[in-house]
């Protein structure tokens, strides 16, 4: 079974200062890479995906993210967050093929310091 | 854009009681799931449906049910609500395998409390 380690908890950063939020993934196979972010008290919406091609993503809000087969890696990143970057991030993984099914980390808390 | 429509925000509701969260989709897309999410552990699945009337397990389906008769519906359903069933819960969905890897459209989620 695919799983998926975000290893921060939680991060905090100080405003305009940049981020890396880091995700790993535990597959033999080709996978489907996802990064969706929850504000407080709001469902989760897809920052961005990484499908097959260039491994740099960009995504929504500045956000970008990069695919490292040999390391199993996605890790997000933003040059210069804001008070608004404040959220919850998930990672989550699919294998191609078969169902949509997604499996998802347990999830990093950004918390931007004035 | 996709709605996903969890009909309600917050619930309360005793041990015991048969409890029915809703969830509606208005652009046609065949996959609808279920996920609780708890601190620390993120969001887990329940249960999935392909298709109307079909559903498959997710990882913690014990103590869960669903019931898909519409396309634009799914629906979790706990038997005996018990407190450890206290938790986010959150409803997606998504196009068919080979028609767009758009990943999924959640709603706004329920936070079921359970006394």
């Known amino acids: 079974a695919q799983s998926v380690t975000q290893l921060d908890s939680q991060v905090p950063v100080f405003e305009e200062a940049p981020v890396e939020l880091r995700c790993n993934y535990s597959s033999s196979v080709s996978v489907y890479l996802f990064w969706y972010v929850q504000y407080p008290n709001q469902g989760l919406q897809l920052l961005l995906k990484y499908l097959s091609g260039s491994t740099l993503v960009k995504g929504i809000n500045g956000f970008e993210a990069e695919f490292n087969k040999s390391q199993t890696s996605f890790h997000l990143r933003k040059p210069s967050v804001h008070i608004s970057d404040t959220a919850e991030y998930f990672c989550?993984?699919?294998?191609?093929?078969?169902?949509?099914?997604?499996?998802f980390g347990t999830g990093t808390r950004l918390t931007i310091i004035p | 854009d996709v709605k996903v429509t969890q009909s309600s925000r917050y619930l309360v509701k005793r041990t015991g009681e048969k409890v029915f969260l809703e969830c509606v989709q208005d652009?046609?897309?065949?996959?609808m799931f279920w996920y609780r999410q708890d601190p620390g552990l993120g969001l887990r699945l329940i249960y999935f449906?392909?298709?109307?009337?079909?559903?498959e397990k997710g990882d913690i389906p014990e103590g869960y049910s669903v019931s898909r008769e519409k396309k634009e519906r799914f629906s979790l359903i706990l038997e005996s609500a018990s407190t450890n069933q206290t938790s986010m819960y959150l409803c997606?969905?998504?196009?068919?395998?080979?028609?767009?890897?758009?990943?999924?459209?959640f709603g706004s989620g329920t936070r079921l409390t359970v006394v």
């Open positions: 652009m046609d897309h065949e996959n």
């Open positions: 449906s392909y298709d109307v009337k079909m559903k």
């Open positions: 989550a993984v699919r294998e191609p093929g078969g169902n949509e099914k997604l499996t």
């Open positions: 997606a969905s998504s196009l068919a395998p080979g028609q767009g890897l758009y990943g999924y459209t």
